[in-house]
């Protein structure tokens, strides 16, 4: 993965992002006093081709009310981060708390309203696991992405895959 521009980051986002040196990811702090961490980390268990799962992170847990500021601090690196690669994006969220539902529909709502995007697809499903979980799953990635047509299919052919009761 290419590096990002922190300063191209600060300039785009609502609060103060920072580097943290230990692992690489972006983090911030809320006016109520989240702490948010953004981070990627090389994903090789869905696609062949290089990608990246995007992890978003509250990190001292406390409770986050609707803050537009922290969708566009969020959007800021994710937008760096492609204006860096032209790479896979993967989210899947979080299923520990049984929010995961709430929390794709929050980032779908954050997606729909970043101005540039219809320079990108985007694709959302859902896949139910052995213990009945649901787990949502998007992929995002830049239209000019050689491998487009080729990344949505093995997506797609991978989520069928998963969702097949085993026999």
Not at 53 to 58: E, G, H, K, S, V
Not at 71 to 97: G, K, M
């Given at each position: 993965m290419?590096?990002?521009?922190?300063e191209?980051?600060?300039e785009?986002?609502?609060?103060?992002?920072?580097?943290n040196e230990?692992?690489g990811?972006y983090q911030f702090?809320?006016?109520s006093?989240?702490?948010?961490?953004?981070?990627f980390?090389?994903?090789?268990?869905?696609l062949?081709?290089e990608?990246?799962?995007?992890?978003?992170a509250n990190?001292n847990?406390r409770?986050s009310m609707r803050d537009?500021?922290?969708?566009d601090t969020?959007?800021a690196?994710?937008?760096?981060?492609?204006?860096?690669?032209?790479?896979t994006l993967?989210?899947i969220?979080e299923?520990?708390?049984?929010k995961q539902?709430?929390r794709?529909r929050?980032?779908?709502?954050?997606f729909s309203?970043?101005n540039?995007?219809s320079?990108?697809?985007t694709l959302?499903?859902?896949?139910?696991d052995?213990d009945?979980?649901i787990?949502?799953?998007t992929?995002i990635l830049?239209?000019?992405?050689?491998?487009?047509?080729?990344?949505?299919t093995?997506f797609?052919e991978?989520?069928?895959?998963?969702?097949q009761?085993?026999e």
């Amino acid at each position: 993965m290419n590096p990002l521009a922190l300063e191209v980051i600060n300039e785009n986002a609502a609060y103060h992002v920072e580097l943290n040196e230990k692992d690489g990811f972006y983090q911030f702090f809320t006016d109520s006093g989240v702490h948010y961490s953004v981070g990627f980390i090389d994903d090789d268990a869905l696609l062949s081709k290089e990608s990246y799962q995007l992890i978003i992170a509250n990190l001292n847990n406390r409770k986050s009310m609707r803050d537009k500021k922290v969708r566009d601090t969020i959007v800021a690196v994710i937008d760096e981060f492609f204006n860096c690669n032209n790479s896979t994006l993967l989210y899947i969220c979080e299923t520990s708390d049984n929010k995961q539902s709430m929390r794709s529909r929050l980032f779908e709502y954050w997606f729909s309203t970043y101005n540039r995007k219809s320079q990108f697809t985007t694709l959302s499903s859902s896949i139910v696991d052995r213990d009945g979980i649901i787990n949502y799953a998007t992929i995002i990635l830049r239209n000019d992405n050689p491998d487009l047509s080729e990344i949505v299919t093995e997506f797609s052919e991978s989520i069928q895959a998963l969702n097949q009761k085993p026999e």
